[in-house]
């Protein structure tokens, strides 16, 4: 079975523009969740989806939104961008609600915003 | 104060040693994770525990709800163990539940 696919894998912006990045999940995973990986802040929660509707929220200003399309493959997208934005971005999968159930991690698409 | 706190920060160990990395969490939670990326940024999710114990190989996990309090054991520790180990727990938020981070063990196995 592949696992969770994300593209790119690597991205360089500048300031102001907008990038969407991809992730496709385990097939069969329903759920899929977004992370931002900095070296100050860590990992933090950006959203996860669930059959097409964003279920949770992390506290992210609204640059930040994503969507899932039916066949669970989902996009995030981050408009005007920040130089603070530079971050490893990784999504996972699960089957249901990420919460309790084992999540698969891919391999994150590395942003950066000169 | 963060919500979730690992310690130690940094771990160096020669292999065989038996390791212990700790997470403290201040909010009520109703599960957590234990998480291991290695360098290149791939994530493992390890544990999923509620309550008790759980183990899979050389690892263990166990976790204290009351004490508010887990620790994360590897036995025999290996070089290929060597990586970041990473505490998260579920906590309720708005309706919803949202997995809190701790910031990270970076543990080292000397050959």
């Known amino acids: 079975k592949a696992g969770v696919t994300q593209t790119p894998r690597y991205l360089i912006k500048t300031r102001g523009q907008q990038v969407t990045l991809s992730c496709s999940p385990i097939?069969?995973?329903?759920?899929v969740s977004w992370y931002q990986q900095t070296p100050g802040q860590g990992l933090q929660f950006l959203f996860e989806?669930?059959?097409?509707?964003?279920?949770n929220k992390g506290n992210f200003p609204g640059r930040f939104s994503g969507r899932q399309f039916s066949n669970s493959r989902s996009e995030m997208n981050v408009s005007t961008l920040e130089l603070g934005d530079s971050a490893l971005y990784l999504c996972?999968?699960?089957?249901?609600?990420?919460?309790?159930?084992?999540?698969?991690f891919g391999p994150g698409t590395r942003l950066t915003v000169l | 104060k963060n919500e979730v706190e690992q310690s130690p920060q940094n771990l160096t160990a020669q292999e065989g040693e038996f390791i212990t990395i700790n997470c403290s969490y201040s909010v009520g939670i109703s599960a957590l994770h234990w998480l291991q990326q290695h360098p290149g940024g791939g994530i493992v999710s390890l544990f999923m525990l509620s309550s008790g114990k759980k183990k899979h190989g050389r690892l263990i996990a166990t976790i204290n709800i009351q004490e508010k309090h887990s620790s994360l054991h590897i036995t025999a520790s290996h070089p290929r163990d060597s990586a970041v180990y990473i505490c998260a727990v579920v906590k309720p938020s708005q309706g919803a539940q949202k997995l809190v981070f701790g910031q990270g063990t970076r543990l080292t196995i000397n050959p």
């Open positions: 996972a999968s699960s089957l249901f609600f990420s919460s309790y159930n084992e999540q698969f």
């Open positions: 989806y669930f059959s097409e509707t964003q279920r």
């Open positions: 097939s069969g995973h329903r759920s």
